[in-house]
């Protein structure tokens, strides 16, 4: 079955607390993001990947990581989280061979700071 | 650059009423058009899409056609359920280029009512 994982499903930190939020697809897309949801604003995106080791930023990269080590894997990092972070975040794996970027969404993940 | 705007929300119906969710773009080119539907507690999921203008996207009785002409992609379902509530986002993607041109409306909440 295509699917993209995401862990945790639900975190609750401190501010300044350095924390990962793991990706995985098994679909052998290439194109990879990440995008947090706020109320009001619709998915705003962090970081995405066109392949191993090649990211940019999305459009709110500010105090987000990101690396690709692995085709499949594509971690967010917060090195030094704020409750401006507080948010819901998904993972998408895009799917770019028909030319549609037709995207398949994690579960998300929601995260509160401290 | 490109941009989505969504009808505001939130929009309440009656089961078996007629929905319309308006969305129009602005982008360069001839993007690919998608509606995505978020359940409560999931993540997104593609409800129907559209690669080229006059297409009809279809799927789940929801329909949406891509009209290059006046820029939009409405999204239509002569009868609503109970089931459909849920938040709906309209999303372009470039046709080409990299995985930074995908762009989402902020989002239609809809509350169905038995």
């Known amino acids: 079955e295509a699917q993209v994982t995401q862990n945790p499903r639900y975190l609750i930190t401190v501010t300044g607390k350095k924390l990962t939020v793991t990706c995985s697809q098994n679909?052998?897309?290439?194109?990879m993001s990440w995008y947090r949801q706020d109320p009001g604003l619709g998915l705003r995106q962090i970081y995405y990947s066109m392949n191993v080791e090649v990211t940019d930023k999305g459009d709110v990269p500010e105090g987000y990581k990101v690396s690709r080590k692995e085709k499949r894997n594509f971690p967010l990092i917060l090195e030094s989280p704020s409750p401006n972070q507080t948010s819901l975040y998904f993972c998408?794996?895009?799917?770019?061979?028909?030319?549609?970027?037709?995207?398949?969404f994690g579960p998300g993940t929601r995260l509160t700071v401290t | 650059g490109n941009s989505v705007t969504q009808m505001e929300g939130p929009v309440t119906l009656s089961e078996e009423a007629f929905l319309t969710i308006n969305c129009t773009y602005t982008a360069t080119g001839y993007p690919s058009l998608f509606w995505y539907v978020q359940y409560p507690g999931e993540g997104l999921q593609l409800l129907l899409k559209a690669t080229k203008a006059d297409d009809k996207g279809s799927n789940k009785g929801f329909e949406a056609t891509y009209r290059k002409e006046t820029t939009s992609f409405h999204l239509e379902k002569g009868s609503v359920q109970v089931s459909d509530s849920a938040v709906y986002f309209c999303a372009l993607s470039r046709s080409s280029g990299s995985a930074r041109q995908l762009t989402f409306g902020s989002g239609t909440q809809l509350t169905v009512l038995p």
């Open positions: 998408a794996s895009i799917q770019t061979g028909t030319g549609s970027y037709e995207q398949y």
């Open positions: 679909m052998n897309h290439e194109y």
